[in-house]
């Protein structure tokens, strides 16, 4: 996993609550059998609308997607994570996740930066006033800054101390988990022999 | 969660898997049952090959084909290339690293979440995943199951354990009783509609009261199915009699000596007198009725009874925003009565009612009668084996005779993969358990129901209880 520090890039506004995984991309595009490609399927209903900021121009190349509440709710399929990052997504803000999918994202290096529901307000504001306006996340320091002067954005962001230091460690979390495999062997030796295995009962 | 003297359930659950605990970090959590299926797999198999890492513990997992999977010509191969490779790419995974697979043709093939109880795999205090959000279907029997990412799924493959952040706890409370044609489908609907899609989110709901007890395991799945749809980590219910009756001589529920054992073990799985729950939630059984969805997400229902609402009477501007941009995708204007609703389709199946005692209460309403003209309904059972017994019992008789298509069993319309689809601009009830836009194919307009409003819509091809019949 790439290493995620600071970045900075063109934010595209998404104004629109409780936008689900079936939204990001929906079941037809689930299957390829690889990680990549997904780009094509992403939004894809609504792709076809000329103004859906995707389409527009001026928010061509963006890298920040700024969502309303609820994003990523719904289906478990990391596919909405990979086709953000397919068609250049480095980091989703919004005041709410859906639990999967914030995971997800943790574990593919999709940044998703939690913001109160006003600064996500600020933000539209200032990158549909002005799409070119550079907004910088800064992992380090858990912060995100758009725009200059009386009118910039400054605010923290939450993201949990774990997933923040994984994502800036670019660590991959089986690894992470491999180096204490004699917990895991412990574990088991001390497992209850009452729990089921799949292995097909002799009479099936 | 928060330490109190006594513990919850979830807590319980939770402890007992706890493989390592280090501050400032998730606990590493032991997991019990993997459940694996052929759309969030093949890249977790890719990652293990490029790795040249093993499953670790292939007794302890589970594969079959249920999300895109055809429920027409089953016996043929599948006529879409892209599906068929990756059906094909799990039958491949399967045999190189050593899974059992349920495929499609077997008679233990279906819906994961469906096979799980119906094998005896699913069993109380167990940790079960599997990369599908509806995997909280399995707390109905006081396990603690969750839905996963592929990335998780590799996670698991390679070391049957992922890192978890303790969750909050959440109790939902259903006292009294249920009225005559309310089901658990209603109690779920009317919940969430109560608490919204995010109510949930970060906890672990443990469902509790009169009317849960009573409900049989069919219907507490049910429930449990849903709790993702208000952003639940998982829901669970304490097992019972009802919980071990069902168990009792399941393939793999265990036998003789180790029976009482397990037993022993299963009745400590309650929550304790004085544990305390971060947040509680009651609902008055008696006073539900009905329940149906009229917009785009599994929160925005009301009372069959009721009508579409005015967006204007919501305060807040961002359900406000999103119940306008509902309506429009509906096609529906506020005040409109439910009942008036006409619909072109109506599916009865997935993991949320795809059980045999959906399709018999369907069966019952529709017996005798007909499809409504111009409406389409096709039954799709959760699993072979829920087939070949509705079949036992002559219950695909009753559908067909109604004009009903009986098809194969898988996940089919609820998700719009495989080509059981609404076409742009039609409107289904249907019992499954998301009405996201496009869910059920793009530009489809979905309403959630209970199999019992199903049947009834079906027959009246408008939104309908069997009581209207």
């Known amino acids: ?204 | 969660m928060r330490t109190s003297r006594g513990r919850t359930l979830a807590e319980k659950v939770w402890e007992e898997h706890v493989v390592r605990r280090s501050p400032g970090e998730p606990d590493l959590l032991y997991i019990d049952l993997h459940l694996i299926h052929e759309v969030t797999s093949p890249q977790a198999f890719d990652g293990l090959r490029l790795a040249g890492r093993k499953v670790r513990r292939p007794d302890l997992t589970l594969a079959t084909e249920d999300h895109n999977v055809p429920t027409l010509d089953i016996d043929k191969p599948i006529a879409d290339p892209v599906s068929r490779t990756q059906v094909e790419t799990l039958r491949r995974n399967c045999e190189e690293f050593g899974i059992r697979l349920h495929p499609l043709g077997d008679a233990d093939q279906g819906i994961v979440h469906i096979i799980g109880p119906q094998l005896g795999l699913t069993q109380p205090g167990m940790t079960i995943v599997c990369g599908d959000s509806h995997t909280s279907t399995h707390g109905a029997f006081g396990a603690l199951a969750f839905g996963i990412g592929t990335s998780e799924v590799e996670h698991v493959l390679a070391t049957q354990s992922l890192p978890q952040s303790k969750p909050k706890t959440m109790a939902v409370t259903v006292d009294g009783t249920l009225p005559e044609g309310v089901t658990p489908k209603d109690v779920v609907l009317a919940l969430i509609a109560k608490v919204g899609t995010g109510g949930g989110q970060g906890h672990i709901v443990e469902y509790r009261g009169e009317a849960i007890r009573s409900m049989s395991m069919e219907g507490r799945m049910t429930v449990c199915n849903m709790s993702i749809e208000f952003g639940a980590k998982a829901g669970m219910v304490a097992p019972d009699a009802t919980t071990f009756d069902y168990l009792e001589g399941r393939p793999h529920a265990p036998k003789g000596k180790q029976w009482q054992e397990a037993l022993d073990y299963w009745q400590s799985l309650t929550t304790d007198p004085d544990a305390e729950f971060d947040r509680e939630v009651h609902l008055d059984a008696s006073s539900l009725s009905p329940f149906v969805t009229w917009g785009t997400n599994p929160a925005q229902g009301v009372p069959l009874d009721g009508v579409v609402p005015d967006p204007s009477e919501f305060d807040d501007p961002t359900t406000r925003a999103s119940a306008e941009r509902a309506l429009a995708y509906m096609d529906l204007k506020p005040g409109t009565p439910m009942r008036e609703i006409r619909v072109d389709t109506v599916f009865l199946g997935s993991c949320t009612n795809g059980r045999i005692e959906d399709l018999r209460a369907a069966a019952d309403v529709i017996r005798g009668r007909k499809v409504a003209q111009g409406v389409r309904m096709l039954v799709v059972p959760g699993s072979a084996r829920v087939r070949l017994q509705a079949e036992h019992e002559g219950l695909d008789v009753i559908f067909k005779e109604a004009g009903a298509e009986w098809r194969g069993a898988g996940c089919s319309m609820c998700l719009g993969m495989n080509p059981d689809q609404l076409a742009p601009g039609e409107r289904s009830a249907s019992t499954s358990n998301r009405n996201f836009e496009g869910r059920q194919g793009k530009g489809g307009r979905t309403h959630l129901v209970s199999p019992l409003v199903a049947a009834a819509t079906a027959v009246t091809g408008h939104l309908a209880s069997p009581a209207d019949l």
């Open chain 1, 1 to 204: 996993m790439e290493k995620f520090t600071v970045h900075t890039g063109k934010a595209m506004p998404l104004r629109r609550s409780d936008v689900d995984t079936d939204q990001i991309i929906p079941a037809v595009y689930l299957k390829r059998v690889t990680r990549t490609g997904f780009g094509d399927g992403l939004f894809a209903a609504w792709r076809s609308d000329p103004s859906f900021p995707l389409n527009r121009p001026e928010y061509r190349g963006a890298s920040i997607l700024v969502a309303g509440p609820n994003f990523g709710t719904g289906s478990s399929r990391e596919h909405a994570v990979w086709a953000l990052q397919d068609a250049g997504f480095r980091v989703v803000i919004s005041s709410r996740f859906g639990d999967i999918f914030r995971g997800n994202a943790g574990k593919a290096g999709l940044l998703a930066a939690v913001v109160d529901q006003k600064v996500v307000e600020r933000l539209w504001d200032v990158v549909e006033q002005e799409p070119a306006t550079p907004v910088t996340v800064d992992l380090d320091q858990r912060l995100v800054i758009a725009g200059e002067g009386p009118d910039q954005v400054r605010e923290s962001f939450d993201i949990d101390d774990y997933t923040r230091w994984r994502l800036r460690e670019g660590l991959d979390d089986i690894g992470i988990t491999l180096s204490h495999v004699e917990l895991i062997d412990a574990f088991e030796a001390r497992r209850s022999s009452l729990k089921p295995t799949t292995v097909r009962p002799a009479t099936t």
